[in-house]
């Protein structure tokens, strides 16, 4: 199949879509870096903001953690059924990790209701401020990349563009990253 | 496609497991250091697993390490620069008196804020925190420490000693009142101290670098700050 220059052509040795993928993540990396580290300054600035913090349900972020890990597990499996050509099972992989981006989101809209219903919200205060904006973005990109996924999921099963199942694993481990590190510094630091 | 490494991904997804179990079960030992470690040292631990082995980065070329490598070293630098200014709620010629009240008011009133009683989670409060476990209303002046109110709060301007010699006083026209004087004293009534703290400056035909205070201290809070400056004079 012909394809176009720029995705066979490679000055770095890196194939040239991977290399953006990676160039994406290293923005994102400043991108969260930079709200996680507003945020650090802050908590370590603003010591009654431990108050706040004592009400984030340390299980729920836990659980939710599970779930990112587990789907990042099926995310890497998917990309080892794809190079070994099996295009249906890679398929299977991502669907299972779209579930779990669905069961994350779900959970995040139950623990977000039930903050807002006591009262919680993201003018509380400065936690408030940042845990809503800090989870809000990671959380944006949990939905687009399940969104992401569901397209090069629909390929794989035909069998089509089997090197994106890679791609979009890459990104959705990064995300997961992310939320390694969101949950200590939002829910087990009281 | 790149030259296929795959390492065995069950067993690093079970150390995940194992290690997301202990970052969770850290707080319950209660030791502060051994919290930060197992919460954030084993964060580290897991991104690090993560990263190089579902992401491949140790397969990758050495360009795209360092590329991410300068990234973090971005956010490091941000980090750095920012600190002196955000940590820090007073400089040699600046006061952030808002982030000193929200502080202020976030320690003398852990339920203010909305949290559960956070006790064991102040370790930096001050003897006014300490003492609440009642109705926190009820006692307004009880558990109220004039001094290490004082500490926070009105050092920055009116200086360790009272001398109107802090670190804020610097920028400022006219300077703060200098409490260890004996002629600031002469003929000041509480009920106008009380005033100058509640309704600041203004209120009492002074300076309007004085902000008040009244959605910080209550009536006796503040009275129990007068009784605390008038210690303070020489």
Known sequence: MPRPIATTRSATGIPTVRLAIWWVLASEVVIFGGLLASYLLNRLGHPEWANAAAVTNVWIGAFNTFVLLSSSFTAVLAHQAAEHGDGKQAARYLMMTIAGAATFIGVKSFEWYHEIAEGYTITSNGFWSFYYTAAGLHALHVIAGAVIMGFVARDAARGRELQRVELIGIYWHFVDVVWIFLFPLLYIAK | ?234
């Open chain 2, 1 to 234: 496609m790149s030259q296929s490494h795959h390492p065995n991904y069950k067993k690093i997804y079970l150390t995940l497991l194992a290690l997301l179990v202990i970052s969770v079960a850290g707080p319950f030992i209660g030791i502060k250091w051994v919290t930060l470690i197992t919460a954030f040292g084993i964060a580290v631990v897991k991104a690090d697993l993560v990263i190089q082995n579902f992401m491949h980065l140790k397969w990758e070329r050495r360009i795209m390490k360092l590329a991410l490598a300068s990234s973090l070293l971005l956010v490091f630098l941000f980090y750095f620069g920012v600190a002196p200014d955000v940590m820090k709620h007073t400089g040699h010629n600046w006061v952030n008196d808002a982030a000193l009240a929200a502080t202020a008011r976030g320690i003398a009133a852990p339920h203010a804020d909305g949290g559960e009683a956070g006790g064991h989670a102040a370790g930096t409060s001050e003897p006014a925190a300490t003492g609440t476990d009642g109705d926190p209303a009820a006692a307004p002046a009880a558990g109220f420490d004039a001094r290490a109110a004082y500490g926070t709060v009105c050092v920055s301007c009116h200086g360790p000693d009272g001398a109107g010699d802090g670190p804020g006083a610097v920028a400022l026209t006219p300077k703060p009142a200098n409490f260890t004087d004996p002629a600031f004293w002469n003929g000041k009534t509480d009920a106008e101290l009380l005033r100058a703290i509640r309704e600041g400056g203004v209120a009492v035909g002074k300076s309007a670098s004085m902000p008040p205070w009244g959605s910080l201290y209550t009536e006796a809070q503040a009275q129990a700050l007068v009784n605390y400056l008038r210690t303070l004079r020489h």
